[in-house]
């Protein structure tokens, strides 16, 4: 089976590392792809937006399967107008939804209004347009802070700003629904209820009848330690969750996982592919955060290795409509990814650099983000530039075991989080805890 990849980041090179384990595959072509996909299969060059060469390419190729790794090209319509092809869509399947359940992630008001119509635990919410800034400033006089603010469209996980201060609030509103922070997607706002707890990512894979969980993992967001400064597309990841036990996996299964396949059902939604649930845990109960209609990137990097089924054959059961006949086994050790990103990031940073030391790495999976070639030399060409996956009996093997992996790879502007996965280690109990500070 011939497959292509859309992406270009650490999750596709994960996804595509994965996919080409598999004994399904004939072929695999990535686009854009990166310098690590390239080990796994063809990097090509596509615009997706050319339908007729895209066309062209799926046919020359014989493509059964296109995965789609991010949200974007979802959200504008590339499965629609794959199926809409007449040349195409009896001969390709495509993993991700169409724009209709796309929207999950692309208008955080369909979103919610989705979760209320099929009693889907989530934070309650308001929502407010251009012309209504003075309503929305009303509704922060009359609740309780922290206020959270969310621009209804996608702003690249930007569009979220938190704050108990009503000034300030206040000018947030404004600023998104007149003063066009966030352009269209903050032309709408959504104002929600604060959610006090633990954050985690879900995942399910679904045919749109039949769904399996995959494994949760924990993402670490912000950029620096303890959970501190700026917010970033992930600085790392554990999989399995502490706090995610098989009671609470319980509840996100049948309280959030089955409505939400169901709703989209009853709604006409024909949904394939990935769905990623951002949860709260509040005092062990699962509120929805947000959906994205993919996998999450740090997370594919630990929740990928875990994963000991075969993802093409469960991307053949997505196109015969058979998943529910398929297993999805889940190796029980602990997965620590840490991200190699670059001195600077989110904001500003340089790029260019040679990475050394890829080569001593052994006891770790390295997927590759933000990285270019320059002639034969491996150089940093983003804000994340690596990822660094391990593998432990428990949590500490696995974080000592990545922390020691990335230690091994240098470049200059190199930065990480020392603390993955810290917050969540269990502390030693009883005898013998206190040995090791004598
Ligand atoms: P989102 O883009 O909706 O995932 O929000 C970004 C981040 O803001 C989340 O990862 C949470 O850390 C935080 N957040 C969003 N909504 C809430 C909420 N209702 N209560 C508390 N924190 C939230
Ligand atoms: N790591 C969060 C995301 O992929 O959105």
């Known amino acids: 089976m011939n497959v292509l990849l859309i992406g270009g980041g650490g999750r596709e090179h994960a996804m595509a590392w994965k996919i080409a384990q598999s004994s399904l595959l004939d072929e695999l072509y990535v686009t854009p792809g990166n310098p690590g996909t390239v080990r796994h299969g063809r990097n090509v060059d596509l615009d997706l937006n050319d339908q007729k060469k895209l066309r062209a390419f799926l046919l020359e190729k014989r493509i059964r399967i296109v995965v789609v790794g991010p949200e974007a090209p979802l959200v504008d319509g590339l499965h629609d107008r794959i199926v809409a092809d007449p040349q195409l869509k009896d001969i390709v399947t495509v993993i991700g939804p169409k724009q209709a359940g796309a929207r999950l992630e692309g208008s955080k008001e369909f979103a919610k209004e989705f979760m209320f119509r099929h009693n889907i635990p989530t934070a309650a919410h308001r929502v407010f347009g251009q012309g209504e800034l003075k309503a ?8 309780t802070p922290p206020f959270v603010i969310k621009a209804d469209g996608l702003a690249s996980g930007k569009g979220v700003v938190i704050t108990s ?9 404004k600023d998104m629904l007149e003063g066009g922070r966030f352009g269209a997607a903050g032309s709408r706002v959504v104002i929600e209820q604060f959610l006090k707890g633990v954050e985690l990512s879900a995942f399910l894979i679904t045919d749109g009848e039949a769904f399996k969980m995959l494994p949760a993992a924990k993402d670490y967001k912000r950029i620096g330690v303890g959970d501190t400064g700026p917010n ?9 969750v502490p706090f995610a036990d098989k009671d609470f996996m319980q509840k996100v299964h049948d309280r959030v996982a089955a409505p939400t396949i169901r709703g989209l059902r009853k709604e006409g939604i024909a949904y394939s592919g990935f769905l990623f649930m951002g949860l709260m845990n509040v005092n062990g109960e ?9 996998l999450g990137d740090p997370e594919t990097q630990a929740i990928l290795p875990r994963l000991r089924s075969d993802l093409l054959d469960l991307f053949e059961g997505i196109a015969s409509g058979t998943l529910s006949e398929r297993h999805v086994d889940v190796d029980d050790r602990t997965a620590v990814t840490v991200v190699l990103a670059n001195e600077g990031y989110p904001n500003d940073f340089e790029t260019g650099a040679p990475i050394n030391g890829l080569e001593l790495v052994r006891d ?3 997927f590759q983000s933000g990285t270019a070639l320059k002639g034969d030399t491996l150089v940093t060409a983003g804000g994340r530039v ?5 593998f432990g009996k428990d949590l500490e093997q696995a974080i000592l075991a990545a922390q020691r992996s990335a230690a091994l790879i ?5 930065y990480l989080r020392p603390d993955i996965g810290l917050d969540v280690i269990k502390q030693p109990t009883g005898k013998g805890a206190q040995q090791a500070v004598k």
């Open 286 to 294: 699962p509120y929805v955060i947000e959906y994205n209609v993919r």
């Open 165 to 173: 201060d009503r000034k300030e609030a206040a000018k947030v509103l």
């Open 232 to 240: 970033t597309g992930g600085m790392g990841a554990v999989s399995p």
């Open 136 to 143: 929305a400033v009303e509704h922060i006089e009359r609740v």
């Open 386 to 390: 690596l990822a660094v996956t391990s």
């Open 410 to 414: 240098a470049y200059e502007g190199k």
């Open 364 to 366: 770790a999976y390295v």
